[in-house]
């Protein structure tokens, strides 16, 4: 699975981006694609999660409402609509990639753990000036 990641740049604070990944390859109904943002010095964060096979959605608390991620299966595309953005969602945007998720004792899939991600596409550097 190659994963490539696109769309990033620079906007003001309270505007749009859209990016996008690329996925090639066969991803199963059972497999997540996860989108991760890191700033210079920090660790990698989780931002949102999609699943292939029913497009569960999934999304940290800070872009909950600003941020919608979507699929579109027929063209292995993923994208992440981020709306109202702000100085600190400024960032280098990964998309990745887990085949087969891991379960917690509550079956919450493990989409959102950096270290378990199985495949990663190049960043894609998001700018928000205020």
């Known amino acids: 699975v190659q994963l490539q990641a696109s769309g990033g740049g620079l906007v003001q604070a309270g505007g749009s981006l859209r990016l996008s990944c690329a996925a090639s390859g066969r991803l199963k109904s059972g497999s997540f694609i996860s989108w991760f943002r890191q700033e210079p010095g920090k660790e990698r964060e989780f931002v949102a999660a999609?699943?292939?096979?029913?497009?569960?959605?999934y999304y940290t608390e800070s872009v909950r409402g600003r941020f919608t991620i979507s699929r579109d299966n027929a063209k292995n595309m993923v994208y992440l609509q981020m709306n109202g953005l702000k100085p600190g969602d400024t960032a280098v945007y990964y998309c990745a990639a887990v085949l087969n998720p891991g379960q917690d004792y509550y079956g919450d899939y493990y989409y959102d753990d950096p270290k378990g991600m199985d495949y990663w596409g190049k960043g894609t550097q998001v700018t928000v000036s205020s």
């Open positions: 999609i699943r292939r096979g029913d497009s569960s959605t």
